[in-house]
């Protein structure tokens, strides 16, 4: 599927609305040029293999000049999302995002996303020992063609959102 459906579907796997509906989206906010690679859904961490660490498979990862910066953890509409699930990923996003600081920058953008709601985190170091991870902002990823009006809003903070990714960069 390229398109958005008509109406919202609940019935969709978290494998399916990662691959048909977040992926598109954010493929084409976020690769802004042919040295960012977006990759979608599952792909397994280069960075924690590198570090010698199990190597998680987060459901997005975004690559810059083969580094990777960014990291995703998605449920989707037929999942449960219980607390403990929406902690457990906050938890998977934290490692991901300690993993790219221990690689040497000084800030880790990460984006939970739970049935199309969104939310931008950064983690950063505080003391040695110490991490902060911060709900930035907001976003929702539109799910049918019905909502995509609403959307409009949502899609101007996601193009924020590219930019403070970009200046993470330099």
């Known amino acids: ?5 008509r109406k919202e579907d609940k019935s969709l ?15 084409t906010i976020l690769k802004v040029n042919e040295r960012i690679l977006v990759e979608f859904p599952n792909t397994e961490s280069q960075t924690r293999k590198k570090q010698g660490l199990k190597p ?24 449960d999302t219980t607390e403990s699930k929406e902690a457990w990923d906050r938890n998977r996003l934290a490692r991901f995002g300690k993993c790219v600081l221990d690689d040497g920058h000084f800030k880790s953008v990460l984006l ?6 969104g939310t931008y985190l950064e983690l950063t170091p505080q003391t040695r020992g110490v ?40």
């Open 112 to 117: 939970h996303n739970v049935n199309g709601e």
């Open 56 to 79: 998680d498979r987060p459901d997005i990862v975004v690559k810059v000049r083969g580094v990777e910066m960014l990291f995703g953890e998605i449920s989707g509409p037929r999942q």
């Open 13 to 27: 796997s978290e494998s399916t609305f990662t691959s048909n509906i977040v992926s598109p989206l954010l493929r």
């Open 131 to 170: 991490y902060l991870l911060d709900e930035v902002g907001y976003f929702r990823v539109p799910t049918a063609i019905s909502s995509l009006a609403s959307h409009v809003v949502a899609l101007t903070f996601m193009l924020f959102l590219l930019n403070q990714f970009i200046k993470t960069l330099r």
């Open 1 to 5: 599927m390229t398109e958005l459906p």
